[in-house]
């Protein structure tokens, strides 16, 4: 029983950073129907800068998580402007293959400057190396920090979006892009904040990766892109609430697996359910199904 | 008799006997050396695969990023065959074996996950694919798990990779020329008006599927009999892509695009391995370029014909029928 109080706590852990990554490619998805291939690499991104401060600049974690969230917001949006925004009219194949090609751009970039070894975080100190029993559960200061950083920005995600103008109009965008052109809502704007904030979030989880497993590489962004993507299409594609939940479960599903069953089959369990979900509601936990029409 | 030379399967033909015997001259001449010789390999082997997923994504619409997972099973299959039985009709019976099972897995994969569409296929079919690539991770006692299976057999040569590469292409056009491939196109350009028509799109899309399968298992076994050695990180998601991007750039409907880009790509390739470091950088900014600039790939949905040849040397031919 401890174990698994256990192995669920790490699960949450997990799963907080695979929400973050997914709430970036729900977000753009519900907006302009694209899989974001290049925001696992903004993650990566996210964890070097994040590693950048606090080696060099000798800056708290604080610090160094707000200036990652502002690079990554940049480097977002900038990757908006120069490779989809001219693709905004041309077919979703067209747009999906230079996600990819902006993705390996990031990715052997960032390997020709930093160097394609392993680079591993400082360890952390003080309050922040504090652990935790609660009855034979151990609980680290770097989970607490997690899961309360994630929750943090995911209350401040649904206060931009439900009560502010700039998430009305992504709303709006994200229904029905041409009614809300005719409405007068600037739609390239609302396209580049949903990267801008997308982008703040996967930078983020990519700081907090880089606290809880020490090291980081140019090429860690490729499988926990794809699972955290898998969480966003579980809990419903383009709904924010679904890929919070699609990241917890799948966390927790991942954590479970390695725990009690074989740790080399958790990928493969992640894509099983992915493929099953797909199969049995397509639309996700909490989608409705659309009906076609001619 | 007169007319015989202007029948298109007649030229095609005495092109390929060309393109074979050409070849074969320049290897027997040690012009194409060992070296270039994998390179060819590898050409005619990324052709089979991006003629065969452009069955499914150029001309089907089905856009599928587990292409790699059917090689991976036409590539173990066949060098188990072979590390058993190591004679030449081992070697073709482990090039059919691999093909067969990609094929049925095709098959039973496609007919769930074929009632996708678009991106949620794409990323299904990803998921497959990493689910075949962990199982043979974790297959240890059958394939070595990842340290891959060594010392295969070396049966492919020229002669060979000719008769498979050529063959696929042959089959795959001449499907396409069928009622079944204008189906799969119909699909493709409407699925709703195709269905209202009376064609079974389910069918036809699983054909289509299946039959990429096949291919994508001939050229894993290819690979496997090339280059003696397979692992499975050979065949993870960046190889799909790189499948994929062959037949983008070729222009997706286009089978001699595909060839074309199969074989300008692979060329870049070998020309930037000596720059190494930024040879993924280069690659993926021309892969962006091409997409912002020329979407639709180098050939769009043309195809060479052999009318574009009677075209241009009608340009510099005197005129008949004035001398």
């Given at each position: 029983m401890e174990q698994l109080l256990q192995q669920i706590i790490n699960g949450i852990s997990l799963g907080s950073i695979y929400a973050l990554i997914a709430l970036g490619y729900t977000m753009v998805y519900g907006i302009?129907?694209?899989?974001?291939?290049?925001h696992s690499d903004v993650y990566m991104l996210g964890a070097y800068i994040g590693y950048f401060c606090m080696t060099k600049l000798n800056l708290g974690f604080l610090p160094s998580l707000i200036i990652a969230m502002i690079l990554c917001t940049l480097v977002g949006v900038t990757i908006e402007k120069v490779a989809y925004k001219p693709l905004r009219n041309s077919t979703r194949i067209a747009v999906l293959i230079t996600a990819i090609g902006v993705s390996l751009f990031i990715e052997y970039v960032t390997m020709a400057i930093a160097g394609p070894n392993v680079r591993s975080y400082p360890p952390m100190t003080g309050i922040l190396a504090k652990n935790f029993d609660l009855g034979g559960i151990n609980v680290t200061m770097q989970q607490l920090i997690i899961l309360g950083t994630t929750i943090v920005l995911m209350i401040l995600l649904q206060f931009i979006v439900k009560k502010t103008r700039i998430g009305k109009a992504m709303r709006a965008v994200s229904l029905d892009q041409d009614a809300a052109m005719l409405m007068g809502i600037n739609v390239n704007t609302t396209i580049s904040f949903t990267f801008a904030l997308g982008s703040a979030l996967a930078g983020a989880a990519g700081i907090l990766v880089g606290i809880y497993y020490n090291s980081i590489n140019p090429l860690m962004g490729m499988l926990p892109g794809l699972k955290a993507f898998v969480a966003a299409v579980f809990g419903g594609i383009g709904i924010i609430p679904g890929a919070m939940i699609g990241g917890y479960f799948i966390g927790i599903i991942e954590v479970l697996v390695s725990g009690y069953g074989n740790s080399m089959y958790r990928d493969g369990v992640v894509f099983a359910i992915l493929i099953l979900v797909l199969i049995i509601k397509p639309a996700g936990l909490l989608g409705k199904n659309i009906r076609e029409k001619v | 008799m007169k007319g015989i030379l202007e029948k298109n399967w007649v030229k095609g033909l005495i092109s390929l006997i060309l393109t074979f015997g050409i070849v074969q001259v320049l290897i027997s001449t040690n012009i194409i050396n060992d070296y270039l010789q994998s390179t060819l390999a590898t050409i005619c082997i990324n052709i089979i695969l991006a003629v065969s997923l452009n069955l499914i994504?150029?001309?089907?619409?089905q856009f599928s990023l587990g292409h790699a997972g059917f090689m991976s099973i036409g590539a173990y299959v066949c060098a188990l065959i072979t590390l058993n039985n190591r004679t030449i009709p081992g070697f073709i019976l482990g090039v059919f074996a691999g093909a067969i099972v990609a094929a049925i897995v095709g098959f039973l994969v496609g007919l769930?996950?074929?009632?996708l569409k678009g991106d949620y296929l794409a990323i299904a079919t990803l998921g497959m694919a990493e689910i075949i690539r962990i199982i043979f991770t974790n297959l240890d006692s059958i394939t070595n798990g990842p340290a891959g299976l060594q010392d295969i057999p070396q049966f492919t040569n020229w002669p060979w990779l000719f008769l498979y590469t050529a063959g696929t292409i042959i089959i795959i056009s001449n499907f396409i020329r069928s009622s079944h491939g204008r189906a799969c196109i119909s699909i493709r350009e409407d699925e709703i008006a195709s269905e209202a028509m009376g064609i079974n799109s389910t069918k036809n899309k699983v054909t289509a599927f299946t039959i990429g399968a096949f291919f994508a298992g001939i050229a894993g076994a290819l690979y496997a009999s090339t280059f003696n050695f397979i692992n499975p990180?050979?065949?993870?998601?960046s190889k799909s892509i790189n499948i994929l991007v062959i037949v983008v750039l070729g222009g997706l409907g286009s089978i001699s695009g595909s060839v074309i880009a199969a074989i300008v790509l692979e060329i870049i390739n070998t020309y930037l391995q000596s720059f190494a470091d930024i040879q993924m950088i280069l690659y993926s900014l021309l892969l962006v370029i091409i997409m912002i600039?020329?979407?639709?790939?180098?050939?769009?949905?043309k195809e060479i014909s052999f009318s574009v040849f009677g075209k241009l040397s009608s340009l510099f031919a005197p005129k008949k029928g004035r001398v």
């Amino acid at each position: 029983m401890e174990q698994l109080l256990q192995q669920i706590i790490n699960g949450i852990s997990l799963g907080s950073i695979y929400a973050l990554i997914a709430l970036g490619y729900t977000m753009v998805y519900g907006i302009i129907k694209l899989i974001n291939f290049a925001h696992s690499d903004v993650y990566m991104l996210g964890a070097y800068i994040g590693y950048f401060c606090m080696t060099k600049l000798n800056l708290g974690f604080l610090p160094s998580l707000i200036i990652a969230m502002i690079l990554c917001t940049l480097v977002g949006v900038t990757i908006e402007k120069v490779a989809y925004k001219p693709l905004r009219n041309s077919t979703r194949i067209a747009v999906l293959i230079t996600a990819i090609g902006v993705s390996l751009f990031i990715e052997y970039v960032t390997m020709a400057i930093a160097g394609p070894n392993v680079r591993s975080y400082p360890p952390m100190t003080g309050i922040l190396a504090k652990n935790f029993d609660l009855g034979g559960i151990n609980v680290t200061m770097q989970q607490l920090i997690i899961l309360g950083t994630t929750i943090v920005l995911m209350i401040l995600l649904q206060f931009i979006v439900k009560k502010t103008r700039i998430g009305k109009a992504m709303r709006a965008v994200s229904l029905d892009q041409d009614a809300a052109m005719l409405m007068g809502i600037n739609v390239n704007t609302t396209i580049s904040f949903t990267f801008a904030l997308g982008s703040a979030l996967a930078g983020a989880a990519g700081i907090l990766v880089g606290i809880y497993y020490n090291s980081i590489n140019p090429l860690m962004g490729m499988l926990p892109g794809l699972k955290a993507f898998v969480a966003a299409v579980f809990g419903g594609i383009g709904i924010i609430p679904g890929a919070m939940i699609g990241g917890y479960f799948i966390g927790i599903i991942e954590v479970l697996v390695s725990g009690y069953g074989n740790s080399m089959y958790r990928d493969g369990v992640v894509f099983a359910i992915l493929i099953l979900v797909l199969i049995i509601k397509p639309a996700g936990l909490l989608g409705k199904n659309i009906r076609e029409k001619v | 008799m007169k007319g015989i030379l202007e029948k298109n399967w007649v030229k095609g033909l005495i092109s390929l006997i060309l393109t074979f015997g050409i070849v074969q001259v320049l290897i027997s001449t040690n012009i194409i050396n060992d070296y270039l010789q994998s390179t060819l390999a590898t050409i005619c082997i990324n052709i089979i695969l991006a003629v065969s997923l452009n069955l499914i994504t150029g001309f089907t619409g089905q856009f599928s990023l587990g292409h790699a997972g059917f090689m991976s099973i036409g590539a173990y299959v066949c060098a188990l065959i072979t590390l058993n039985n190591r004679t030449i009709p081992g070697f073709i019976l482990g090039v059919f074996a691999g093909a067969i099972v990609a094929a049925i897995v095709g098959f039973l994969v496609g007919l769930p996950t074929l009632r996708l569409k678009g991106d949620y296929l794409a990323i299904a079919t990803l998921g497959m694919a990493e689910i075949i690539r962990i199982i043979f991770t974790n297959l240890d006692s059958i394939t070595n798990g990842p340290a891959g299976l060594q010392d295969i057999p070396q049966f492919t040569n020229w002669p060979w990779l000719f008769l498979y590469t050529a063959g696929t292409i042959i089959i795959i056009s001449n499907f396409i020329r069928s009622s079944h491939g204008r189906a799969c196109i119909s699909i493709r350009e409407d699925e709703i008006a195709s269905e209202a028509m009376g064609i079974n799109s389910t069918k036809n899309k699983v054909t289509a599927f299946t039959i990429g399968a096949f291919f994508a298992g001939i050229a894993g076994a290819l690979y496997a009999s090339t280059f003696n050695f397979i692992n499975p990180k050979i065949f993870d998601f960046s190889k799909s892509i790189n499948i994929l991007v062959i037949v983008v750039l070729g222009g997706l409907g286009s089978i001699s695009g595909s060839v074309i880009a199969a074989i300008v790509l692979e060329i870049i390739n070998t020309y930037l391995q000596s720059f190494a470091d930024i040879q993924m950088i280069l690659y993926s900014l021309l892969l962006v370029i091409i997409m912002i600039f020329r979407p639709q790939g180098l050939m769009g949905s043309k195809e060479i014909s052999f009318s574009v040849f009677g075209k241009l040397s009608s340009l510099f031919a005197p005129k008949k029928g004035r001398v």
